[in-house]
């Protein structure tokens, strides 16, 4: 008993350890495959989901492309198989197949993006806004959030001009003060300084709106 403390064998804490490790790295296994899944359709801009979501369907229905694509995968990997069998034969047990969960892999890596093209226009500090009300399905006023700069390498010898996409911003009213109210908060929620704006862009605003510092 003493040999088997001093090795840390034969207790019952090591072997239930040991079980919740293994499930542990059996469930990041299967959300890893899934997040490659839908980064794929989303990087190839192919919706996700189809008319019935659910893979207990007849081969004739259209179960959507990440649903369709996880079918396809568990051919060929064993993981996925095990998995998409488990939940099969198990309606209602956990899956992480569900459109909730999809959606929040999506907002995840569309943040990462989102925080990866802010440090590329803090990095080479000067920028350009461009800012474009429109309406969405809602009826709800949004901004589009676009801006502009200059990225280069470490000679300065290749010299390009970059345009990100950053998201749309809600607004509450249509007037140039509120306007500014909420794109001067965006900038400060995104950590760019005022004072590194060169240039201002209002695509067919309706009020004249003019940041200054």
């Known amino acids: 008993?003493?040999?088997?403390?001093?090795?840390?064998r034969g207790i019952i804490d090591v072997e239930l350890q040991s079980q919740i490790e293994k499930e542990k790295q059996k469930w990041r296994d299967i959300l890893t495959r899934i997040l490659h899944c839908i980064k794929s359709l989303a990087t190839q801009n192919l919706a996700l989901r189809g008319h019935r979501e659910s893979l207990q369907v007849d081969y004739d229905s259209n179960v959507g492309n990440f649903l369709g694509l996880l079918k396809l995968l568990a051919i060929f990997d064993p993981v996925i198989k095990e998995h998409l069998t488990r939940v099969e034969s198990h309606p209602g047990s956990m899956s992480y197949l569900s459109s909730g969960v999809q959606n929040e892999f999506i907002h995840m890596m569309a943040s990462t993006v989102r925080q990866s093209l802010l440090r590329s226009i803090r990095k080479y500090k000067y920028y350009g806004l461009m800012f474009d009300s429109t309406p969405d399905q809602a009826h709800h006023e949004k901004i589009s959030e676009v801006?502009?700069?200059?990225?280069?390498d470490s000679e300065g010898k290749t010299v390009?001009?970059?345009?990100?996409f950053l998201g749309f911003i809600q607004i509450r009213q249509k007037d140039a003060e509120s306007l500014v109210e909420d794109i001067l908060k965006q900038l400060e929620k995104n950590e760019m300084e005022l004072q590194d704006c060169r240039?201002?862009?209002?695509?067919?605003a309706a009020v004249t709106v003019f940041l200054k510092e």
Request: positive net charge; proline residues 0%.
């Open 199 to 204: 240039s201002q862009c209002y695509d067919n």
């Open 1 to 8: 008993m003493e040999r088997y403390l001093a090795k840390n």
């Open 160 to 164: 390009r001009v970059r345009d990100s």
């Open 147 to 152: 801006v502009r700069y200059v990225e280069t």
